[in-house]
């Protein structure tokens, strides 16, 4: 199946970053692209962008992309919180550019989170682990909270 992409379904917005890198040179965008996409009039999603250039004079032409290990975890905020130095001295970094992404459904200032509260609850603390359907009811209830929130849950996987 061939899905043709209308030419605005995607946007690139470049802009001030937050939190502030340690390193000058990194650069911060927004990508804006559809939740679903099968059909581009619906809810759109922003996805944090962080680009470090290559150190190298003559870098390669192709970027390294960088996704989270997920599910959850926020690979942007990670890189956010190291020092100069350590962003400077990265390994995949020195002949080529760096482009860090969160996924979708990820906690940050662009997003809302896809977390479940509901499903950890039970043994969060060390208490007793929830019955299967303990579990059920518990997804159940995530799912409700988030389609309340207009997310199509079905977009994610």
């Excluded at 926020?74 to 080529?96: E, K, N, T, W, Y």
């Excluded at 969160?102 to 499903?119: H, I, K, M, N, W």
Aim: proline share 7%; aromatic share 4%; net charge negative.
């Amino acid at each position: 199946v061939e899905i043709s992409i209308p030419e605005d379904s995607a946007r690139l917005e470049f802009h001030a970053c937050e939190p502030s890198m340690a390193d000058e040179d990194a650069q911060c965008a927004t990508l804006s692209v559809p939740e679903d996409r099968s059909t581009f009039d619906r809810r759109a999603l922003r996805l944090p962008v962080l680009v470090l250039p290559a150190k190298s004079r003559d870098p390669g032409a192709d970027p390294v992309v960088v996704l989270g290990g997920g599910p959850g975890n926020s690979v942007i905020a990670a890189f956010a919180g190291m020092p100069a130095a350590v962003l400077a001295d990265h390994p995949l970094r020195q002949h080529r550019d760096l482009i860090v992404m969160d996924q979708r459904g990820v906690s940050t200032v662009a997003q809302a989170s896809l977390d479940c509260p509901e499903l950890v609850r039970d043994y969060a603390a060390g208490e007793r682990f929830a019955t299967a359907a303990e579990l059920r009811g518990a997804a159940q209830r995530c799912r409700d909270r988030l389609a309340a929130r207009g997310i199509d849950v079905k977009q994610y996987d």
